[in-house]
């Protein structure tokens, strides 16, 4: 069974801080990685996706992939207490993802 | 309505009984799923289909049946409902290749199971 894990928090920043968020994967094979924001209440709406070949920055989100320790992460600058939220990581397994159970972020102002 | 909806929002029913929740997309989305979400699990996969007629189960499907005769339309059905599948449910889209590609969420069922 492939696995993704996630601390489930929650961690709490200030406003302003980076929002450090990991994952971790168990399939060696997966080439395609997703992070997810779900309020509460309301469905997962995509905000990153990254492939194998490398790193992705947008706006004050960076997902980062260390292909070696089989980690994604996703980094969020300048927090704001709209960034407050459950962040669903996500792991291609196939024709389906295999999502972790999600962090809890809150941003303080 | 263009994107992907979810019918009923809300359901209470009781041990035993058959529900059917619907899902309905505009996209013509090859590939649509059924997870459902409780506390501490995330997304479970239920069952995922490619295309019409072709279906297949995900991590938790015991319990539930699915069928898609048409593109644009992928029910679940609980045929003999129990508490244990009192939960939040999501169906959700995609354009092809279902690991590979965003996938479209829509709102919601939440199903109590009394």
């Known amino acids: 069974q492939k696995e993704v894990e996630q601390n489930s928090g929650p961690l709490s920043v200030p406003e302003g801080a980076i929002a450090s968020l990991n994952c971790t994967y168990s399939d060696r094979g997966s080439q395609s990685f997703f992070w997810y924001r779900q309020y509460s209440g309301k469905s997962p709406e995509l905000i990153m996706f990254?492939?194998?070949?490398g790193d992705k920055e947008d706006g004050r989100f960076t997902a980062q992939l260390n292909k070696a320790s089989q980690y994604v992460s996703l980094l969020i600058r300048d927090s704001q207490p709209s960034d407050s939220a459950t962040y669903l990581c996500?792991?291609?397994?196939?024709?389906?993802?295999?999502f972790g159970a999600g962090t809890i972020l809150r941003v303080k102002s | 309505d263009a994107g992907i909806t979810q019918s009923p929002r809300y359901k209470i029913t009781e041990t035993g009984r058959q529900v059917t929740l619907m899902c309905h997309q505009t996209?013509?989305?090859?590939?649509m799923f059924w997870y459902r979400q409780d506390l501490g699990h995330g997304l479970r996969l239920i069952y995922y289909s490619a295309a019409a007629d072709i279906t297949d189960k995900g991590e938790v499907p015991d319990g539930y049946v699915v069928s898609r005769s048409k593109t644009e339309n992928f029910p679940l059905t609980l045929e003999s409902a129990t508490r244990s599948q009192t939960s939040v449910y999501f169906c959700?889209?995609?354009?092809?290749?279902?690991?590979?590609?965003?996938?479209?969420f829509g709102p919601g069922t939440r199903l109590t199971v009394l």
């Open positions: 996209w013509s989305h090859s590939y």
């Open positions: 959700a889209s995609t354009v092809t290749s279902g690991g590979n590609n965003e996938q479209f």
């Open positions: 990254i492939y194998s070949n």
């Open positions: 996500a792991v291609n397994g196939g024709n389906k993802l295999v």
